[in-house]
C-alpha cells in the first residue's frame, strides 16, 4: 500500500520518539492508522479477509517495534484483527445459508439438487466450531501467518456462486462493514470515561476519604461525576514525583469544589490510615491481572494491603492486554531523561576526569512505571 507509507512511518517515528504517549491518545491514533489502512487497502479476488488481516498484521508489527511499553499500540491491532475475522465469520454465515447439506460420497448423486450449491457437513460443522469457539486476541499476532486462520473460511463460501460482481459486491461490503466497526472502536475508546464515570456513585458514598498518586484523566473524571451526584468526600493527592503531575490533578479537583490535600510520594504509608479507598488509572492491565501504573504505585498498593485499603483500578477496556508480564516481548519499563530529577548543569561537578573517557561518579535512575501484582489489586471498574 504506497499510499499509505508515509502515514505508516511518521506514526513509527512519532512513537519512537515519544510524541504520542498515553493509552488513550495511542489507542485511538493506532486506530485511525488502521482505519486508513482498511480503506485504502486493494482487495483481491479470494481470501479478502485474510489478505487484509495479513496487511493490518504488518502494520501491527512495525508500530509495536516502534514503542514497545505503549501496550495499548498491539491491543487495538489486536482488536482490529478480530473485527476482521468476526465480520469474515459472518459472510461465511450468510454465505452458507440456503446452501444444500450433503454428505460427501462417490456413489451417491441426487439429481433433484443438481441447480443448488451443496455443502460437506464436514464443512459445516467446521464453521459450527469456529462461530462458537471463544475469540482469542492473544494469538492474533503469533508468528503463524494470518491468513491460515482465515483461509478456510474464506474460501469454503466465498467462491460458492462463482459470479464475478457477487465477489466485489461481497468485497466492498466487508471492507465497508470493517472500516465501520474501527469506527465504532474509536467512539468506544472516546466514551470510556463516561461508561467508567457512570459507576462512581456506586463505589464512592458519603464522608469517604480517597487516595490518589499522581494525575490520570480516567480518576479526574471519576471524582467529577461522584461530585456532581453530590457525594461529599476528600481526596489525598499524592504528588507523582518527579513529574509532580499530583499537582495539576490537585487544582482540577479544587476548580470543581473537592476538598484536596496534596502529599508527598513519602508520606503515603504515613496518612493511608485515613483512608477508606485508594483509587487510580494504570498505563495497562495484564492478563494476569497485574498492572502496569506509574512510579510508586506499587508502594501505594503495598499501603493500601498493610491497612486492609480497597486498591481500585480504574481504567478502559483498551489498556487490557492478553500478554503476561513475563512474556519476552512485554517492556515493563523505561527510563526517562535525568534532567527531571537535576539539571544537566549539575552534572559537571561529578565528573571524573581524571580518567580519558570522564565517566561520571554519579548516575540517575528515572524510571517511568511500576509492576503491581494482582495480589495487591482489590477491584478493577471499566468501561464495560
Known amino acids: 500500500m504506497p499510499d499509505m507509507q508515509p502515514l505508516i512511518s511518521d506514526f513509527v517515528l512519532k512513537l519512537k520518539r515519544r510524541k504520542v504517549e498515553g493509552s488513550h491518545a495511542v489507542a485511538r491514533q493506532t486506530a485511525e492508522l488502521l482505519r486508513s489502512v482498511v480503506s485504502q487497502h486493494r482487495m483481491g479476488s479470494t481470501n479478502q479477509a485474510a489478505a487484509l488481516a495479513d496487511a493490518i498484521h504488518a502494520v501491527g508489527e512495525h508500530l509495536i517495534a516502534a514503542n ?115 469506527g465504532d472502536l474509536i467512539e468506544e475508546i472516546d466514551t470510556c470515561y463516561d461508561q467508567i464515570s457512570e459507576q462512581a456513585v456506586e463505589h464512592i458514598h458519603q464522608n469517604e476519604v480517597i487516595l490518589t498518586l499522581g494525575r490520570s484523566r480516567t480518576v479526574k473524571e471519576f471524582l467529577y461525576a461522584a461530585k456532581e451526584k453530590k457525594r461529599s468526600f476528600r481526596v489525598f493527592v499524592a504528588e507523582g514525583a518527579p513529574r509532580y503531575q499530583g499537582h495539576v490533578l490537585a487544582k482540577e479537583l479544587v476548580e470543581k469544589g473537592v476538598q484536596t490535600t496534596v502529599i508527598t510520594d513519602s508520606a503515603v504509608f504515613a496518612m493511608i490510615s485515613r483512608v477508606n479507598m485508594v483509587i487510580v488509572g494504570v498505563h495497562a492491565i495484564m492478563a494476569n491481572g497485574g498492572v502496569i501504573a506509574p512510579v510508586g504505585m506499587n508502594m501505594v498498593a503495598l499501603a493500601a494491603q498493610r491497612h486492609a485499603v480497597p486498591f481500585v483500578v480504574v481504567a478502559g477496556s483498551h489498556k487490557l492486554c492478553p500478554l503476561y508480564p513475563h512474556n519476552p516481548e512485554v517492556l515493563l519499563n523505561e527510563l526517562k531523561s535525568p534532567s527531571d530529577l537535576l539539571d544537566f548543569g549539575e552534572f559537571s561537578n561529578c565528573m571524573n576526569f581524571s580518567t580519558q573517557d570522564g565517566t561520571p561518579l554519579l548516575n540517575v535512575a528515572n524510571p517511568t512505571f511500576d509492576y503491581v501484582p494482582p495480589k495487591l489489586v482489590s477491584l478493577f471498574i471499566t468501561d464495560t
Do not use: M, W, Y
Request: charged share 25%; glycine share 6%.
Open 68 to 182: 514497545p511499553i505503549e501496550l495499548a499500540v498491539g491491543n487495538t491491532v489486536r482488536r482490529v484483527l478480530h473485527i476482521i475475522k468476526e465480520e469474515d465469520i459472518s459472510f461465511t454465515a450468510v454465505g452458507i445459508e440456503g446452501l444444500s447439506v450433503t454428505a460427501v460420497s462417490d456413489d451417491e448423486c441426487d439429481s433433484g439438487n443438481d441447480d443448488l450449491p451443496t455443502l460437506s457437513a464436514a464443512v459445516l460443522a467446521s464453521h459450527a466450531r469456529n462461530a462458537l469457539r471463544a475469540p482469542s486476541l492473544q494469538t492474533l499476532l503469533d508468528d503463524i501467518p494470518v491468513s491460515t486462520a482465515l483461509s478456510h473460511s474464506s474460501s469454503s463460501a466465498g467462491d460458492s456462486d462463482g459470479k464475478t460482481g457477487d465477489k466485489s459486491l461481497k468485497t466492498r461490503k466487508l471492507k465497508h462493514d470493517v472500516i465501520a466497526a474501527i
